[in-house]
């Protein structure tokens, strides 16, 4: 059948399973990747991911003999998603099946496996920061990079809800000064509109006749930091109660304590900071231990003495650098340490990912569907070599 | 928008404070004063805390400082202000003579200079001006208010420097 009467979904399929689309969704990931790592210097690897390797499309700015060039590119989550299609169409599903290419398809399944494992990952992995001292015990982890607004209630006794409610950042980071959004719940006696937020500032005091301040205070925005981590963000709220009165406040990462408004004998306190997530077990620090590369302060090793606590059940464990301690999907890994006036804190780094292991055997299935693959072809040529030539 | 999401607390986090002031939210200093009708905050920095102008042109600072070493002691201090208001320095007996003022709770020694000021740093001194303050001990510490101005924008404000003195209180943590 020529090309000109194939139907359009052929057509399609034909495009979808080519090499010659392989080769340019590579080639584009290739250049995307050269752009993105070395853009980490200039804007950080949390932003330099997002735009080059999370996105649909980007704008590239190259700079070309200080003139500043915009190139449009495709996005790394747009490529890897042609990448799959592609091999699904083409070394999957068109490839000639048989033993022939076993080897192949393995690979390229394996291959499919690593970019779902990729996907799995960005949308439900979690990871923290855990630091304790010596003697402290936690069993939650805190995000480097996701910030939340959270609301807790407590009673006239003190006690607060064992729950918090929470706004995610993907719901007010965008909301820049001039722009506003309202949330609301079923159990909250008020409504919240927030502003104004800033993903880097300071909280200084206002001016007598500022008329921005929020009880003499004000947010001060600052420069973002290349690492995120080191960002405090900032953001206005206003507290609309039934009654028509308002009560307005400033929520900052770096407060000492949270905004409250008071309702009916209950007391709601209001919060920005990085979203928490509870562990099943909790870790208590015993005894950290630092070794240092002689005559320097650069460490050689950090090691970690913890009692792992599930359900009251204590177990002695050691994590030590790339020696995590794993349990019910969650890693934790010795990350670093700090020196403070309180004593030595070990940092961990917890993580949960559903697909953690995925690639380790994806290149594991890798390596076999090549060798399989390469002993086929190992195994015809020996076949023909040693065949015996008919004169 | 609704708020959907939710976390649960640990029981190892700790218990925020609810109710607290803004100055304890935004770990400002734990000090508490009033602003006298007509005064206004000005820059604060490490050595000023507490630091108020005052005057149509803000011509007049008040201040509180805090420093940790005490600077030398009372009679020290007392002259090093009086050396800025081009003053002759006194003696410990006549230190003793002069009156006291209550600052923050502690008892410290009253001082009203008039003369030529010369601020720190300042090459030139500014004419007819009058100096209040009031130096106290606290331990090795040393605790002051010290306001400045022209003569007759001090006078016109010294029952205002009062109500500030009056005014300032540590703020005492609160029960949970």
């Known amino acids: 059948m020529s090309a000109s009467s194939k139907s359009l979904p052929a057509k399609i399929f034909d495009l979808l399973s080519s090499y010659g689309l392989a080769i340019i969704v590579l080639s584009f990931l290739l250049i995307i990747t050269y752009f993105g790592t070395l853009s980490q210097k200039d804007i950080g690897l949390l932003d330099s991911q997002a735009k080059y390797f999370e996105s649909w499309f980007l704008i590239h700015e190259w700079n070309l003999w200080g003139m500043i060039v915009p190139i449009p590119l495709p996005g790394g989550a747009l490529l890897m998603v042609l990448l799959f299609i592609n091999m699904l169409c083409g070394a999957v599903i068109r490839i000639r099946k048989g033993w022939r290419t076993i080897g192949v398809l393995i690979s390229h399944i394996a291959i499919m496996f690593m970019l779902a494992a990729g996907f799995v990952s960005f949308i439900y992995k979690t990871e923290g920061a855990m630091p304790l001292f010596e003697g402290q015990a936690s069993d939650q982890y805190q995000s480097y990079h996701e910030r939340i607004i959270e609301i807790r209630q407590w009673g006239a006794d003190g006690k607060g809800t064992s729950t918090a409610r929470v706004i995610p950042m993907k719901h007010f980071s965008d909301l820049e000064p001039g722009r506003a959004r309202t949330f609301f719940a079923k159990d909250l006696p008020f409504e919240l509109q927030v502003t104004a937020y800033r993903r880097n500032a300071n909280i200084v005091q206002a001016g007598e006749d500022e008329k921005s301040a929020i009880d003499g205070y004000r947010i001060q925005p600052v420069a973002n930091a290349k690492e995120d981590e080191a960002n405090t963000a900032a953001v206005e709220v206003s507290v609309k109660f039934q009654d028509g009165t308002e009560q307005r406040g400033i929520l900052w990462e770096r407060e000492f304590e949270p905004f409250t408004v008071k309702v009916g004998g209950m007391s709601y306190t209001l919060a920005l900071s990085r979203m928490k997530w509870k562990l099943p077990f909790a870790i208590r620090l015993n005894d950290f231990q630092r070794e240092l590369h002689p005559g320097t302060m650069k460490a050689k090793k950090y090691t970690s003495h913890v009692t792992k606590i599930t359900d009251g059940r204590e177990e002695p464990k050691v994590v030590t650098m790339n020696v995590p301690v794993r349990d019910q999907g969650y890693v934790v890994y010795q990350a670093s340490f700090s020196q403070g006036t309180s004593g030595e804190q070990s940092v961990f780094t917890v993580a949960s990912n559903p697909s953690d292991q995925w690639p380790l055997w994806s290149c594991v299935a890798v390596a076999i569907g090549l060798v399989i693959h390469f002993m086929m072809h190992l195994v015809r040529f020996l076949s023909r070599a040693l065949k015996p030539k008919v004169a | ?176």
Not at chain 2, 47 to 58: C, E, H, I, S, Y
């Open chain 2, 1 to 176: 928008m609704e708020i959907t999401h939710s976390r649960d607390i640990s029981q190892y986090e700790p218990k925020p404070k609810v109710g607290a002031y803004p100055q304890e939210r935004f770990g400002d200093e734990r000090l508490i004063w009033q602003t006298p009708d007509g005064w206004s905050q000005a820059e604060r920095s490490q050595m000023r805390p507490v630091n108020l102008a005052f005057g149509p042109n803000k011509e007049g600072e008040c201040y509180l400082s805090l420093l940790p070493g005490g600077g030398g002691g009372v009679l020290a201090n007392v002259n090093r202000w009086r050396k800025q208001m081009a003053q002759p320095e006194i003696t410990e007996e006549e230190l003793a003579k002069m009156p006291k003022k209550t600052l923050m709770g502690i008892e410290g020694a009253f001082v009203s200079i008039e003369g030529a000021y010369t601020s720190v740093g300042a090459t030139e001194s500014k004419a007819d001006y009058k100096m209040l303050g009031i130096v106290a001990a606290m331990g090795e510490a040393g605790l002051f208010v010290k306001m400045v101005g022209p003569k007759a924008l001090v006078e016109a404000n010294s029952q205002a420097f009062d109500q500030f003195v009056t005014s300032l209180r540590l703020r005492m943590p609160q029960g949970q």
